[in-house]
């Protein structure tokens, strides 16, 4: 492999036929991940705060990559010491930083806000992936996270009217993007020490997991459960939708994909929460959100093309 090759990532050959397979796994992923209110909505309606659902979210799906490791291959469980810190960076920096910007926006802002802040994460992608890995900043990527940005606008419905932001708010909504793109950065360097998705996955999700008890309640959680459990079910769906598939799909199709094209690729996920809000919750569909949808598509096809 040549010296270039070494210092973008080891991405393989974009020729070869499961390197084709990469912009599918990330687009695969978004979709995943935009059905994610199929399970929030039910969960909080049982009276679980968001807080509270992303600690059992880290702890089950960390549960489920421990039982998967150990039945298939318990080698995967394995990290060097040395590079711990990967691991810190995707739990803590990442998923535990994300959520506690993620939901402190939400609160102080509004989810459609929100939504438009986490999807600033491709320019910070592209800026951290050209330092780190030397990922080419190109005009059709910045045509894209520019499109992808705009359309996230359209698709939140921000253009009827925005709502007064306090600074906090923007400051947090900032550091969601800023936390939604570290993941890619951080399992780049995991990828590039040799480290498989599943083995990523875990420990991210076991980290976090751990972060998460000081801001998720547990006992809380926990008493809810006892309560409540017919949303056990819901809880354990949450976990697999929103964190095993996804998460999987996601750091697999980081081997065969740039982060910066991966980040771009994977903002269908606005796309699919959308749907999901118009055709399962009800939610009016405007002529806003058909063109925010189409400029996230254009850009998600460009780049799967280039």
């Given amino acids: 492999m040549s010296v270039e090759g070494n210092i973008r990532g080891d991405i393989p050959d974009q020729g070869s036929a499961r390197a084709k397979l990469g912009p599918l796994l990330v687009f695969l992923a978004g979709a995943t991940w935009g059905c994610v209110g199929l399970f929030i909505r039910p969960l909080t309606s049982m009276g679980y705060c968001n807080f509270q659902l992303a600690?059992?979210?880290?702890?089950?799906?960390?549960?489920?990559?421990f039982i998967f490791i150990m039945l298939r291959k318990p080698d995967a469980?394995?990290?060097?010491p040395r590079d711990m810190w990967c691991f810190l960076g995707t739990g803590l920096i990442s998923v535990v930083f994300f959520c506690i910007c993620y939901y402190t926006t939400i609160s102080l802002t509004s989810l459609s806000v929100a939504a438009v802040f986490m999807y600033t994460s491709p320019a910070f992608v592209l800026i951290l992936s050209h330092f780190f890995f030397g990922d080419r900043v190109t005009p059709l990527k910045i045509g894209a996270v520019v499109l992808v940005i705009v359309g996230c606008v359209f698709v939140s419905g921000l253009v009827a009217g925005a709502p007064q932001m306090p600074l906090l708010g923007f400051l947090t909504g900032l550091g969601s993007g800023i936390g939604y793109a570290l993941y890619s950065v951080f399992s780049r360097f995991a990828i590039q020490r040799g480290y498989e998705s599943i083995t990523i996955t875990f420990w991210t999700f076991f980290i976090a997991a751990i972060g998460s008890t000081f801001i998720g309640s547990p006992g809380a959680a926990l008493a809810h459960m006892a309560s409540a459990p017919e949303s056990i079910p819901w809880l354990v769906g949450l976990a697999v939708c929103n964190a095993v598939i996804p998460y999987a799909l996601f750091t697999a199709g980081l081997k065969y994909v740039e982060n910066s094209r991966a980040a771009i690729i994977v903002s269908v996920e606005i796309v699919v929460a959308s749907l999901v809000g118009t055709f399962v919750f009800g939610e009016p569909f405007m002529w806003f959100n058909a063109?925010?949808?189409?400029?996230?598509?254009i850009a998600v096809a460009l780049l799967a093309r280039e």
């Fill in 77 to 80: 469980l394995h990290v060097k």
């Fill in 291 to 297: 063109v925010g949808m189409a400029l996230v598509l």
């Fill in 55 to 65: 600690w059992v979210r880290a702890l089950i799906t960390a549960i489920i990559f």
